[in-house]
């Protein structure tokens, strides 16, 4: 009982080997019924996002510090309209972008766009490739709530990225 003890004393006290990373983002979408739209929220890790513009061309943003780029937003909303879109049947739907703000551990923003004159009586096709392209393990959680207050939730991932949401 002793041996055991101090074995597991001893594990305590070792630094992990390896720290496992984990590359997730959220999305809430709802329709706000006073105000007939669309209304979404992103949560996206500040890094996985620098990293991905990076990726782009775009270095040295500093996104969420004192020192942010004066164009990261610009350069964030562009990166947006390439790997987040919603449709009704064939036709995009054009999200306008509200703005964003740092999570309160300062690791990630969230983002809000809203999409207007929303027609919640048709079915929603949504697309979510967010930082697909830069992770293997990326997975896009998803949250749709319809004008009827039904809530769906829907997890994205490489092979599966777009799913039609029926009202």
């Not at 720290?19 to 006073?34: G, L, M, N, Q, T």
């Not at 061309?57 to 020192?67: E, H, I, P, Q, S």
């Amino acid at each position: 009982m002793r041996l055991l003890l101090f074995f597991s004393l001893l594990c305590l006290d070792m630094p992990l080997a390896e720290v496992h990373e984990f590359h997730v983002s959220r999305a809430r979408i709802a329709y706000a019924a006073d105000a007939q739209e669309w209304q979404i929220s992103l949560h996206v890790f500040i890094d996985d996002l620098e990293k991905a513009l990076a990726d782009k061309g775009v270095d040295d943003l500093f996104m969420g510090t004192a020192k942010e780029e004066p164009k990261a937003e610009e350069y964030l909303e562009t990166y947006l309209r390439r790997y987040f879109k919603l449709f009704n049947g064939e036709q995009q739907l054009q999200w306008e972008w509200l703005g964003k703000e740092t999570s309160d551990d300062l690791t990630a923003f969230w983002i809000y766009l809203y999409i207007p004159d929303a027609r919640p009586d048709q079915p929603l096709r949504v697309q979510n490739k967010i930082l697909l392209d830069m992770y293997s393990d990326q997975q896009n959680m998803v949250q749709v709530r319809g004008a009827k207050g039904i809530l769906k939730n829907y997890l994205f991932y490489q092979d599966y990225w777009e799913e039609e949401i029926k009202p």
